[in-house]
């Protein structure tokens, strides 16, 4: 169990919350755990190319600490396709070259 000291004594956290700030611009709690041996999480089926925020807090038997900073994660797709190459004739070289899509 994590404890932090307070002014000579020891308040061991109880549990944490994990919230994301989503599209619909909501805050919503992931998880509330009662064990403080949870301390990752993996969050699925997020919709691309969007920015989503997150903030951590935990709790003693005091009550609710303040959220942590917030976290911005922004998903992407993968890279839109490519132009058709060119190719120039350079004696006996030959150069190839296209943009970023």
Do not use: C
């Amino acid at each position: 169990m994590t404890n932090l000291t307070e002014t000579g004594g020891t308040f061991s956290i109880t549990s944490f919350e994990l919230q994301m700030f989503d599209p619909t611009n909501v805050w919503t709690s992931l998880i509330n755990t009662t064990t403080s041996q949870t301390l990752s999480y993996t969050k699925t089926n997020l919709l691309i190319g969007v920015d989503y925020r997150f903030r951590v807090r935990a709790s003693n038997n005091f009550g609710w600490g303040l959220f942590s900073d917030e976290l911005t994660i922004r998903t992407d797709d993968v890279p839109s396709q490519i132009q058709p190459v060119v190719t120039t004739n350079e004696n006996v070289n030959v150069r190839i070259s296209w943009n970023i899509p």
